[in-house]
């Protein structure tokens, strides 16, 4: 079984603080992705990571950035958190080429900025 | 551009009843492939299905089946017998090699299955 797992399923945090999200995959995967589901809106793509240490933006990367220092694990990084980054936050990898293989969603993390 | 549209928002079925999810997408991609999840109150997204664009086999599993049509666009999606752990946002999704890795999706439909 395909395991993706996020540290934290809820998380408090006050504007400008420096917030960070943390993807762990099981599967060996090449693939990892970080997505924001809000209401309305839908899944957006916020970044995704090809390889280690490689990282490529997605939708909305604006406010964000990654790290991916090994294969396993891809983190999501608010430099400054804003109560508009208030979200559902999603993790995800898969295996193969990107955009041909299926993504295993993690659990979510549920982020609200006061 | 690429799209998929779920134009259900929301549906309420009694339990044992069928319901079919509608899913209609737009690429310009030949090769593409078509993906159902199911989000459970609990938020975690669950694969339910992929299927490529060369395949348009309909695919059963259990009470679930997927109806794929290239003529029309559609890879629909029906609950037989629904039962209310069938209760969630179901999406639909497109990806292709063309779009970067990431995957397109509709804005879901909300199954909600009375007792």
């Known amino acids: 079984d395909v395991k993706v797992t996020q540290s934290s399923r809820y998380l408090v945090k006050r504007t400008g603080e420096k917030v960070f999200l943390e993807c762990v995959q099981d599967?060996?995967?090449?693939?990892m992705f970080w997505y924001r589901q809000d209401p309305g809106l839908g899944l957006r793509l916020i970044y995704f990571?090809?390889?280690?240490?490689?990282?490529e933006k997605g939708d909305i990367p604006e406010g964000y950035s990654v790290s991916r220092e090994k294969k396993e694990r891809f983190s999501l990084i608010l430099e400054s958190a804003s109560t508009n980054q208030t979200s559902m936050y999603l993790c995800?990898?898969?295996?193969?080429?990107?955009?041909?293989?299926?993504?295993?969603f993690g659990p979510g993390t549920r982020l609200t900025v006061l | 551009a690429q799209k998929v549209t779920q134009a259900q928002t929301e549906i309420s079925v009694v339990e044992k009843e069928d319901v079919t999810l509608d899913c209609v997408y737009e690429t310009r991609d030949t090769t593409y492939y078509l993906f159902w999840y199911k989000q459970p109150p609990s938020g975690e997204l669950v694969f339910l299905i992929r299927?490529?664009?060369?395949?348009?086999q309909n695919e059963i599993s259990g009470r679930y089946s997927w109806n794929f049509q290239k003529s029309t666009s559609s890879f629909n999606f029906t609950i037989t017998a629904s039962q209310v752990v069938d209760s969630a946002v179901y999406f639909c999704a497109l990806s292709g090699l063309n779009q970067g890795g990431k995957l397109i999706f509709g804005q879901g439909t909300e199954l909600s299955v009375k007792p």
């Open positions: 299927r490529n664009s060369f395949d348009e």
């Open positions: 995800a990898s898969s295996p193969g080429l990107a955009g041909t293989d299926t993504q295993y």
């Open positions: 990571s090809y390889d280690v240490k490689m990282k």
């Open positions: 599967m060996d995967h090449e693939n």
